[in-house]
C-alpha cells in the first residue's frame, strides 16, 4: 500500500499567478513631521522596494503616537525619548535601505527589536505614562506572580483561583502592576514585562 503523492505540483507557480496569489509587499506609513526626513526615508524606501501607503502593516514614526499598528521610531543623534509599548524597534533616522527594509520586514512579522544595552545609553521602550527606572525591584513576590499568570493569558479569576486569593485582590494587584510598569492596561503591562526582562514570552 503506498501513501498519498506528497511530491510538488509543477504546475504550482503558473496556477498561483495565474489566480492572483502573489505576495503581498509589506506596507508603511510614514508618520514624520519633518519634511525633510519624511522625504529621505520615502527615497529610502523606494530604495528597499518597500510600499509606502495609508493602510500599513508598519508605521515609521519620528514621534511617539497612538496606532493599533506596530511602530519603527526614527531618531536623530541626540533625540532621547519614550516611546509607547506599540513601538517595535528604533533606529536611526539616516538608516540605510538594506537595513530599513530588514527592519520593517522583521517587525513585520511581529517581531521586536530591542537596543544593546551596551552603548551606555537609557532605555527608550517604556510606557508613555513614564515606567519605573527598575521595574523588577519595584515589583513584590506576589505582584511577580500575578505578572506571570497574566502573561499566560489567564483571567482574574483564573489568577484568583491558581494563587489563593479573592477576585477584588488580583484586580488590585493588576491596577498595582500598570501603575508600577506605567501601563494603560494588562495587556501593555504584559508588553513592557517582557521588554524588560521580567517575563519570558
Not at 105 to 122: I, K, N
Request: negative net charge; glycine residues 6%; hydrophobic residues 50%.
Amino acid at each position: 500500500m503506498t501513501g498519498p503523492d506528497l511530491s510538488p505540483d509543477p504546475a504550482f507557480p503558473a496556477k498561483r499567478e495565474k489566480a492572483g496569489w502573489e505576495r503581498r509587499p509589506i506596507r508603511v506609513a510614514l508618520d514624520i513631521a519633518d519634511r525633510a526626513l519624511r522625504a529621505d526615508i520615502a527615497e529610502t524606501c523606494e530604495e528597499a522596494d518597500i510600499a509606502v501607503a495609508k493602510d500599513a502593516d508598519v508605521v515609521l514614526a519620528d514621534r511617539p503616537g497612538e496606532t493599533a499598528v506596530p511602530v519603527i521610531a526614527l531618531v536623530s543623534g541626540e533625540t532621547r525619548r519614550v516611546w509607547p509599548a506599540n513601538v517595535r524597534a528604533v533606529v536611526p533616522a539616516d538608516v540605510d535601505a538594506t537595513t530599513l527594509a530588514a527592519i520593517v520586514t522583521v517587525v513585520a512579522a511581529g517581531y521586536a527589536l530591542l537596543p544593546r544595552s551596551d552603548h551606555g545609553g537609557e532605555d527608550i521602550f517604556a510606557s508613555s505614562a513614564g515606567a519605573a527606572d527598575e521595574p523588577a525591584t519595584a515589583l513584590s513576590p506576589r505582584e511577580r506572580e500575578v505578572l506571570a499568570l497574566l502573561a499566560e493569558g489567564a483571567s482574574n479569576k483564573e489568577i484568583a483561583r491558581a494563587l489563593g486569593l479573592s477576585v477584588h485582590t488580583v484586580k488590585f494587584h493588576i491596577a498595582t502592576l500598570n501603575e508600577k510598569l506605567g501601563a494603560r492596561s494588562r495587556v501593555e503591562a504584559v508588553a513592557i514585562a517582557i521588554r524588560s526582562g521580567l517575563v519570558m514570552a
